[in-house]
């Protein structure tokens, strides 16, 4: 049994192991309708629990429907409803679902959540997202570019904008998979030293680099994500956006990166904000394909935690 804690914490074999499984799977459903079984059931009898403390579209759809086409059966449950939102711990609370289902995928605030129920779990948990990462997406987004692109390795990929969840998780996929990485950001929004760190430890690259158009300068992939995540307040919002204008992603910027660079954003995107429609839209940007491989990265990545 393997828990899908971050991807630091899973090896680089199996990372490899669980995307050529992911590709695998997709070219294996050959364009049938999306709420078609797949040939191989390897969840059949298996029930997997969706929790969510937070919003969410891709998440949700994408994990619901990767359990059924394998077969599975889901349940997806909001915090909220849970007695865990009102003072049931969390330990208690993941000791009483391994004796129900067979996989939990956890979407939280605080990681400490996470982290606890994997601890107390006698099954398997993933992380759906946390205020610090955010793994599955950064794993969907490596089968996206190598699937557009190419091996990833050796790769300069530039981060414009927060250096939130979903920078930390490409971080932690620097170090894994072998790309450079340019952060381009104001400084009160760099990402932890120790996301910087670990990539650093691991002998890559990666640049602090406050020009943005330096930054993209030669990138061969730009990435970019909101600029108030759902854990940032609200009354943060104006201060931030003042912050991050010289951030966005837009076609000068673009101009920047190599001709042949990928744009990726995990969505939900705020259109002329962090990026505009223009890139969002036109002939670099990935987005979409992203959002589709959240479904067959994360198909993988649970039959990597169950062993089937
Ligand atoms: N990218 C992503 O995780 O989207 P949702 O918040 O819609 O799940
Ligand atoms: N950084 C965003 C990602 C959403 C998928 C957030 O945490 O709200």
Redesign the pocket.
């Known amino acids: 049994m393997n828990h899908f804690l971050d991807i630091h914490k899973t090896d680089a074999t199996a990372l490899r192991t669980i995307l050529d499984s992911a590709a695998a799977m997709k070219s294996a459903r050959n364009g049938r309708p999306r709420g078609a079984a797949d040939d191989e059931q390897p969840l059949k009898g298996q029930m997997v629990a969706l929790i969510f403390e937070?919003p969410s579209t891709?998440t949700r759809v994408s994990f619901d429907v990767g359990v059924r086409q394998m077969g599975g059966e889901t349940m997806v449950l909001s915090g909220s409803d849970m007695q865990l939102g009102h003072g049931e711990t969390i330990a208690d609370t993941a000791r009483v679902l391994s004796r129900y289902v067979d996989l939990i995928m956890i979407r939280t605030f605080d990681e400490s959540v996470l982290i606890e129920m994997a601890e107390y779990a006698s099954i398997p948990v993933i992380n759906g997202?946390t205020?610090r990462t955010?793994p599955c997406?950064i794993m969907a987004d490596i089968q996206t570019y190598e699937e557009h692109r190419g091996p990833i390795k050796g790769k300069k990929v530039v981060w414009c904008g927060d250096g939130?969840?979903?920078c930390a998780s490409f971080l932690h996929a620097a170090g894994q998979f072998g790309f450079d990485m340019v952060f381009t950001g104001p400084a009160q929004l760099d990402p932890e030293d120790e996301f910087v760190g670990l990539a650093r430890k691991a002998g890559v690259s990666v640049t602090i680099e406050r020009d943005a158009e330096k930054a993209v300068d030669g990138a061969d992939l730009v990435v970019t994500?909101?600029w108030v995540?759902?854990?940032d307040s609200q009354s943060s919002k104006e201060r931030r956006h003042n912050m991050l204008r010289p951030y966005q992603v837009n076609d000068a910027l673009m101009a920047h990166a190599k001709p042949d660079a990928l744009f990726m954003h995990?969505?939900?995107a705020h259109r002329e904000e962090e990026v505009t429609s223009s890139v969002m839209d036109g002939p670099n940007s990935v987005i979409f394909d992203e959002a589709e491989n959240r479904l067959h990265a994360q198909k993988a990545i649970m039959r990597w935690c169950l062993g089937v």
Do not use: A, E, F, I
């Open positions: 937070k891709r997202l205020d955010h997406q939130n969840n979903v994500d909101t995540s759902m854990h995990c969505l939900p």
